[in-house]
Structures are given as C-alpha cells and as structure tokens.
C-alpha cells in the first residue's frame, strides 16, 4: 500500500502540476515521504518487538495517500460532474492527513523513542490526549460550516446548528497542543536524563535531527529576506528528510557514536561560517571608508576583504574546532591528542624497550583493553 500511494502521489504531481505547484518541492516531499515508507519497512522486519518501525511506515503510507487525495481532488475540482461531496471528502483526508503524521512525529515517536514503550503508564495519558485532538478536529472539520481547511470546497456536509460545537473541538485542540507538544519533550529530557550511554547516543540522533527542523521552519516564516527564508526553509526540509533515517540508525544502532561527531562539525561549521561572514562584512565597510579617497568603487574593498577572510579560514578552522570538539565530542579530541602525543615522543625515541613500555601505556590510557600485548617483527626472524 505505501508503495501504491507513494506512486499515486509522485505521478499526480508530476503529470498534472498546476500553476502554483514546485517541483523542487514535489521531488523533496516525495524524497520525504519515501524516507519515512522505507525506513519503517526496514525497522517493521529488522526490529519486531520494536512499535516505532510500524509507526513511521504506516506514517509515511497517510502522507503519501493523504498528498494524492489532495492532488487528485484538486484536479477533479476543474472537471464538470464531480460531486461536491466527493471533493469535499478528498479535502478532509488532505486536512487530517497532514494533521496526523505531525501528531505521530512530534508527539507520539518522541513519547516511545527508542524502545518503543512510554516511560511509564501514566504518559499514555498524554498519547491519548493527542489522539482525542485528532478525533476532535475531524468533527469540528465535519460539522464546521463555510470552507475546508485551505481548500475553496465549501463543507457540504456541515451542520449550521453544532457551529458552537465546532468552535468548543477547536478550542480544545488548541489546548491539546499547548499540552501535547511540550509534555512529548519533557518526555525525551526525562529519558535522556534516566538513560545510560547507549540509549543516549539514540536520543541524541533524534534530539538532533528534531532541533535543526523546529529551528529551520520558524526562521523560514520570521524573517523577512525571501533568499535566506528559502534557504532556512529547505534546510527545514532536509532535517525532516533525515528524521526517519536518524530514527532507523538510532533504533538499529548502526553507527550510532558518530552523532558526537556530526554534533561538533554541524556547531564548527556554522560558528566558522558566521565568525568569517561578519569579519568579510566589518572589513568590507572598513575597507571601503579608508579607501573612500583613493577610488571610486567598492571592487578594491570587496577584493581585498575576501583575501583576508580566505586567509583566515584555516586559523579560525582549527580554533573553532577544536573549542567545538573539547565540548561535544571529547573522545575522538581526547584520542587525537593522545595520538599526537605519542607521536611526538616516539620521533625522539630510540630505546626499544622504552618505545615497547609507552605504547603499551598508551593504548591502556586509551582504550582500556583488558589484556595487552605487543609483537615485534625482527630481521633476525624472531617475534
């Protein structure tokens, strides 16, 4: 099924685009979308016992069904004949499908991750508390008079005498938010907090992918530049493309102790970018005032600035890293210091025995293995 409606969806917006579709969007939606059906198949086999695998698969196959709905209602809405009853149901499944998977997303996967299970019986009650706002907004969408969500279809099936029951379901979904959201992240920090080293390093993959998206989407809508809030936009895309993929590593465990490392090349980057981009913009303008007398243009000023903050990336690189490195991912600074350490010693070394003894401290200091030992090849033939 989440094969066919993946299909459906991708086909309807590939062949029949209307004039305000994006197909930068249609391709990136679609590439979502196949990240959820295919990570929750690969978890639903792989990890049985494991409720989240299911969740996201069956997640991914709502997105994909409810997107083609909406797709193909729209079409229909051009065409003469169609029901209004049909076209109003399709723009129902268009509003609750999308409402849905965000509900799973934030709030039901955040309460379960990564065992599968609730913290305890008495978060359950915070899951049925989203899944009541769920029910609640599909009849207040039922019942509710005038248009359908976004849609222009007018509710044929509403119900003029429950519009103040309308309006109490939506009112009482709005609370359910305000509760749900937080109550689902105050989960994660008890567990995380409860929680020995590995079940940590899950949550961090999680955690991650999670705050790069709620950060990206709000600054796409706040700030007021269409180039930057593109771009924040589509890195909000990107981390909810990676949200299931982080899931899928988390819950299988493969890889899972490079996040420590993603974490402080993510930070590194972007402190080195913004430490270069205001140093380019602060000589740019100084620049220009001291040159004011000498030319008439900006090229010198621009030309000049770019060569220093070229100059200055390699220094600000290895600062910057190694600041990041120290307080997110201390045991590969810790190894490297260690190996760079020894490597210092052993250039000056000539003792064999010596150089035998060091190494094997060093390797202890690193590692900790519980047993060591050290074979040396000798031309002599002897080991």
């Known amino acids: 099924m989440a094969g066919i409606t993946l299909g459906v969806f991708v086909i309807a917006n590939l062949a029949y685009p209307d004039a305000e579709s994006d197909a930068g969007f249609t391709v990136m939606f679609s590439a979502i979308i196949g990240a959820f059906v295919l990570v929750g198949a690969l978890l639903a086999s792989r990890v049985r016992r494991n409720r989240i695998g299911p969740i996201i698969l069956w997640t991914g196959a709502l997105l994909s069904s409810t997107v083609a709905a909406g797709t193909l209602g729209t079409l229909a809405a051009g065409r003469p004949g169609v029901p209004v009853e049909l076209l109003a149901a399709a723009a129902l499944l268009n509003e609750l499908g999308f ?18 299970t609730l913290l305890s019986a008495r978060w359950g009650t915070v899951a049925a508390l989203a899944a009541s706002a769920v029910v609640a907004l599909g009849l207040s969408s039922l019942l509710a008079p005038g248009p359908i969500g976004d849609s222009p279809v007018i509710n044929p099936f509403a119900v003029p005498e429950l519009a103040w029951f309308a309006d109490i379901l939506d009112r009482y979904v709005s609370v359910a938010a305000l509760i749900g959201f937080p109550a689902a992240l105050l989960s994660v920090g008890i567990r995380y907090r409860r929680a020995l080293e590995l079940e940590r390093q899950q949550l961090k993959w999680l955690i991650a992918t999670a705050l790069v998206a709620s950060v990206a989407f709000p600054v796409s809508i706040l700030i007021p530049s269409p180039v930057a809030a593109g771009i924040a936009f589509a890195v909000g895309l990107l981390a909810l493309f990676g949200l299931p ?27 080195i970018s913004t430490v270069l ?3 380019f913009a602060i000589l740019v303008v100084g620049l220009q005032a ?10 010198l000023a621009v030309a000049a600035s770019t060569l220093i903050a070229f100059s200055l990336f390699q220094p600000v690189r290895r600062r910057v890293q190694g600041v990041v490195d ?21 250039r000056n070394q000539v003792d064999l025995d010596a150089l035998t003894s ?8 690193a590692i900790r293995p519980t047993t060591a030992a050290l074979w040396v090849h000798r031309r002599d033939g002897a080991g």
């Open 277 to 279: 981009l205001a140093a």
């Open 99 to 116: 409402v849905i998977p965000i509900v799973v997303i934030l709030i039901g996967i955040p309460l379960i991750f990564p065992n599968g």
């Open 326 to 346: 120290r307080r997110f991912d201390r045991a590969s600074y810790d190894a490297r210091r260690t190996a760079d350490a020894f490597a210092a010693r052993m």
């Open 358 to 365: 060091d190494l094997e401290l060093t390797v202890s200091g």
């Open 245 to 271: 993929i982080a899931i899928g590593i988390a819950v299988l465990r493969y890889r899972l102790y490079d996040i420590d490392r993603i974490i402080s090349r993510t930070i590194a980057w972007a402190l």
């Open 290 to 299: 001291a040159l004011a007398g000498l030319t008439q243009g900006q090229t």
